[in-house]
């Protein structure tokens, strides 16, 4: 009796561990998308970047660099240059219509661009990775009315200083103070609350 029963044992403990396995990996799956290539810009903290709650981390007014130039064609075809911003709070948002993360906080995205804007705060999105069709359905989907760089090979992504981005950690979200330098960054998925904690520091800047 106790040799038939000893392959059940293995098989359930086979059938355990496969379980786990899963399970670790949709987490894994939930918590960040993976990017294109390695190398280029780091999640480093090169930048003088402290971290704070929440997976937000922040710069000393005193101690932020300039973003580099962003400029070229949007998902819909216009030209944008975010120099052009400057004197306005800029949230950058780099995304992928292929991200799980990202889609879960589009919707809020949607909602505190709209919020925000009378108040000087723009969005600009940094697409990666994506069709420019796949993208505007994304945008159609979720109700984002503000533009995105399209960056598919994530160029866009090398201007930045080392230690400002991963290009392995997808979403990722930087906000601009209104001298168009780095003040802010997470580079996790965000919720409303999170977003608006993001921002909020920065906006109240005189």
């Given at each position: 009796m106790s040799l038939s029963r000893a392959p059940r044992r293995r098989s359930n403990r086979g059938r355990a561990s496969l379980l786990t396995a899963v399970t670790v990996a949709?987490?894994?799956?939930?918590?960040?998308?993976?990017?294109?290539?390695?190398?280029?810009?780091t999640g480093g903290s090169g930048t003088n970047f402290v971290q704070s709650d929440g997976g937000i981390s922040r710069v000393a007014k005193a101690d932020r660099a300039p973003a580099p130039k962003l400029d070229g064609k949007t998902i819909e075809g216009d030209t944008l240059d975010v120099t052009s911003l400057k004197g306005k709070v800029v949230v950058?948002?780099?995304?992928?219509?292929?991200?799980?993360p990202c889609r879960a906080e589009a919707p809020h995205f949607a909602k505190v661009s709209k919020e925000l804007k009378p108040r000087g705060v723009e969005f600009v999105g940094i697409n990666i990775r994506n069709t420019t069709s796949a993208a505007k359905e994304f945008d159609e989907?979720?109700?984002?009315?503000?533009?995105?760089?399209h960056d598919p090979d994530s160029k866009l992504l090398l201007r930045f200083p080392k230690g400002t981005l991963s290009l392995?950690?997808?979403?990722?979200?930087?906000?601009?103070?209104?001298?168009?330098?780095?003040?802010?960054?997470?580079?996790?998925?965000?919720?409303?609350?999170?977003?608006?904690?993001?921002?909020?520091?920065?906006?109240?800047?005189k």
């Amino acid at each position: 009796m106790s040799l038939s029963r000893a392959p059940r044992r293995r098989s359930n403990r086979g059938r355990a561990s496969l379980l786990t396995a899963v399970t670790v990996a949709s987490a894994l799956a939930l918590t960040a998308c993976g990017g294109s290539d390695g190398g280029g810009a780091t999640g480093g903290s090169g930048t003088n970047f402290v971290q704070s709650d929440g997976g937000i981390s922040r710069v000393a007014k005193a101690d932020r660099a300039p973003a580099p130039k962003l400029d070229g064609k949007t998902i819909e075809g216009d030209t944008l240059d975010v120099t052009s911003l400057k004197g306005k709070v800029v949230v950058l948002n780099v995304w992928g219509s292929w991200c799980a993360p990202c889609r879960a906080e589009a919707p809020h995205f949607a909602k505190v661009s709209k919020e925000l804007k009378p108040r000087g705060v723009e969005f600009v999105g940094i697409n990666i990775r994506n069709t420019t069709s796949a993208a505007k359905e994304f945008d159609e989907e979720f109700g984002i009315d503000y533009p995105s760089l399209h960056d598919p090979d994530s160029k866009l992504l090398l201007r930045f200083p080392k230690g400002t981005l991963s290009l392995q950690t997808i979403p990722s979200t930087l906000v601009l103070d209104r001298e168009g330098k780095i003040a802010a960054r997470a580079l996790i998925g965000l919720g409303e609350d999170q977003l608006r904690k993001l921002i909020a520091p920065v906006a109240a800047e005189k």
